[in-house]
């Protein structure tokens, strides 16, 4: 993903078509920047699996399985690209068609095989609780904002309309993709865009334990964050926040309304996850309640 995040910045610079409104090289670009730093994040959670061996070996071929189905899908855009053609949701001609029968095949296997390893971090035994729920939260956080990728298949009712049309799908809700949009991301500017809360879903599983290291490093210089209890409940807020967030956006992008064009509704479900994730972070600082101490006639009693 780094050597192809290169070759497409080089793209960028030197061919100057445009697909879809945007650079060609923009998606291989984007793709694998943000596959570079999911497939780290998984490999880190990877080794956080403990013995048995069969667990071990489990996770191995999950994580085989999602870097082939990841290779499969860069190289089938890349391709794409290189014949000046849309990768996504393209059925022009039957080898189209089928570049794109096998993306999504592949998509699908990736997201099985992360579910697996999902499961397996539910069950792993890791010491620091804080970490364990960091990891396991983030992880099928990550899984829901993959899943949003399969609502962008579905046909728009412009679609709908044609026999057979040759593009079927889109990232965009309410308006035509390849509008006005958002620099680099390419966001939708004028309608919903389910790339966002996919964007934002996938993206927990290093924002979510992110922040726990961030936490943890702090730890020595507020004797707050030093306690393991605080820290596993200021992750528990964070990820409940998270998740509401990437709730919200989804809520947004299908109902055609852009990220920065909210009605009061949004803003209004914008405002109460704030207060709620500002009262749970309050709430999760507070000192712990120390454990009961036996008193000494308890002691007594025990004895005899």
Request: proline share 7%; no cysteine.
């Amino acid at each position: 993903m780094v050597a192809l995040a290169l070759v497409s910045a080089v793209g960028l610079l030197v061919d100057d078509r445009i697909l879809v409104g945007v650079p060609i090289w923009t998606k291989p670009f984007k793709f694998s920047v943000s596959l570079a730093a999911y497939t780290l994040s998984l490999a880190w959670m990877l080794s956080l699996l403990a013995p048995p061996l069969r667990v071990h070996r489990v996770g191995w071929w999950a994580g085989t399985v999602i870097a082939v189905a990841l290779l499969i899908e860069m190289a089938l855009i890349t391709l794409q690209v290189i014949r000046g053609t849309q990768s996504h949701f393209n059925h022009a001609t039957p080898f189209d068609n089928a570049v794109f029968q096998i993306m999504g095949a592949s998509i699908a296997v990736l997201w099985l095989s992360a579910l697996v390893i999902a499961v397996l971090l539910l069950r792993a035994r890791i010491l620091d609780r804080a970490t364990a729920w960091a990891v396991r939260l983030s992880s099928f956080i990550a899984l829901a904002g993959a899943a949003v990728g399969f609502l962008m298949t579905a046909p728009t009712p412009e679609q709908l309309a044609v026999d057979e049309p040759p593009i079927s799908g889109a990232h965009s809700v309410g308006v035509p993709d390849g509008g006005p949009s958002m620099p680099l991301t390419g966001w939708s500017t004028t309608g919903g865009d389910l790339r966002i809360p996919h964007f934002f879903g996938m993206h927990a599983l290093q924002l979510i334990p992110l922040l726990l290291l961030v936490l943890a490093a702090l730890a020595p210089r507020f004797a707050r964050l030093a306690d393991e209890r605080v820290r596993l409940r200021l992750t528990l807020t964070a990820a409940g926040t998270y998740a509401a967030v990437f709730a919200l956006l989804t809520w947004q992008a299908l109902r055609g309304q852009a990220l920065f064009s909210p009605d009061a509704p949004t803003l209004a479900a914008a405002g109460t996850i704030v207060l709620a994730g500002a009262a749970a972070t309050a709430l999760s600082l507070r000192a712990p309640t120390p454990a009961p101490t036996p008193s000494p006639a308890s002691t007594k009693e025990v004895s005899a």
